[in-house]
């Protein structure tokens, strides 16, 4: 008793309060983060729209003392999801979306909270198999299926991947994010982009293991690449991953600071729609979205990543990663046009789709809410 009192009090210390008697809205946002709530609420700028932290960042004392009055046990679990369930039942939203399908609250939610409310996830990045069924299969129990009402998915292999896992209506819109960035089609585009996969985080790992073989790849790439584009006469950029620093790249990967395009969570779309070929050394949602915003990509990523799939699309480097390898590759892949290269890498590219301002999405939403 005395260890959960100490739990509770410490945890209870670093939360910021408010007191606000909750009223009713439209939307309900499950803890996403900043950024995308941002960009969630600038879409859907017309209804009412507020966010529920699920970490504890924030906690409403109006909703605690109201869940503390229900309490029949003093697990910390219990405690906390009758908190989130007493928020929800007091905002009485139409709504309540998240962008993450890995947090199981998410679905007890769905059960415990008025039938009235829709449900629904906005995937948020590439869904491997291996890992959505590492995580399924210790919840799932005599292949019950979870349970909640949309599931916005980015493509077809994503519906197949899930399906086996949760009873929901799977809407295809592409990638959320992607979709909320107009695609610039500029007259005048720089040649080669590179997508990096570098964090500075990642030299600092204990156990650094396939890490360490991405960092050493992408070294070796980005050097190759600037000779080949300096002999050549291309422009070559690198755009690093949110709010890594440019020193931080520059040092590891000793190369130029003039390569390199400062992330900062905003400006990757953008800077995508001013090259003419996007070059992936490691696996990266944008991978997907360049596609979809009908760019020419290069696929030259460290041999172990390559599957079936992307064996069989020659805009991938199946050789060794050496210079003439990398020449031959760029030059196919930037004299052809898009629908070219689509056709000659259909299995990369007939997939992902955009949907410019994710009307699809806001259709179903706001039907929703109207109804």
């Not at 197949?160 to 959320?176: A, H, M, R």
């Not at 994010?177 to 005048?188: A, C, G, L």
Request: charged share 30%.
């Amino acid at each position: 008793m005395i260890k959960k009192f100490f739990y509770y009090f410490n945890l209870l210390l670093k939360c910021h309060y408010i007191f606000k008697k909750p009223r009713k809205i439209d939307i309900l946002l499950y803890d996403q983060g900043s950024l995308f709530n941002k960009r969630f609420r600038k879409s859907f700028e017309e209804f009412d729209v507020d966010v529920l932290y699920t970490r504890l960042e924030e906690i409403n004392l109006y909703v605690l003392i109201r869940s503390l009055l229900k309490i029949n046990s003093l697990n910390k679990n219990f405690l906390f999801l009758n908190y989130l369930k007493t928020y929800c039942v007091l905002y009485e939203p139409k709504w309540i979306i998240t962008s993450n399908h890995l947090d199981i609250k998410f679905y007890k939610l769905k059960k415990i909270v008025n039938s009235k409310t829709k449900f629904g996830i906005i995937q948020r990045s590439p869904i491997f198999k291996f890992q959505i069924d590492n995580f399924f299969k210790h919840i799932l129990i005599e292949n019950d299926k979870l349970i909640i009402d949309y599931y916005f998915c980015f493509d077809e292999i994503s519906k197949k991947i899930l399906q086996d896992y949760l009873k929901t209506n799977f809407v295809i819109i592409g990638s959320f994010s992607n979709n909320y960035f107009p695609v610039k089609r500029t007259e005048k585009k720089n040649d080669i982009l590179v997508v990096s996969g570098f964090r500075e985080g990642f030299i600092k790992l204990v156990d650094k293991g396939s890490e360490i073989t991405n960092l050493e790849h992408e070294k070796n790439l980005v050097k190759l690449l600037s000779k080949v584009c300096f002999n050549q006469k291309l422009t070559f950029k690198i755009l690093l991953k949110p709010l890594t620093k440019i020193e931080d790249y520059t040092k590891f990967n000793e190369i130029n600071n003039k390569y390199c395009i400062y992330n900062d969570g905003t400006n990757a779309y953008e800077e995508i729609d001013n090259f003419r070929l996007i070059i992936f050394p490691n696996d990266s949602a944008l991978r997907f979205e360049a596609i979809s915003r009908k760019k020419n990509i290069c696929i030259m990523q460290p041999h172990y990543q390559l599957d079936k799939e992307k064996i069989s699309s020659p805009c991938v480097l199946k050789g060794d990663l050496n210079y003439k390898n990398i020449l031959e590759l760029v030059k196919a892949n930037l004299i052809i046009d898009f629908k070219s290269f689509s056709k000659m890498n259909e299995k990369l590219t007939s997939f992902f789709s955009y949907d410019e301002n994710n009307s699809i999405l806001k259709l179903i939403i706001n039907k929703e809410i109207n109804n």
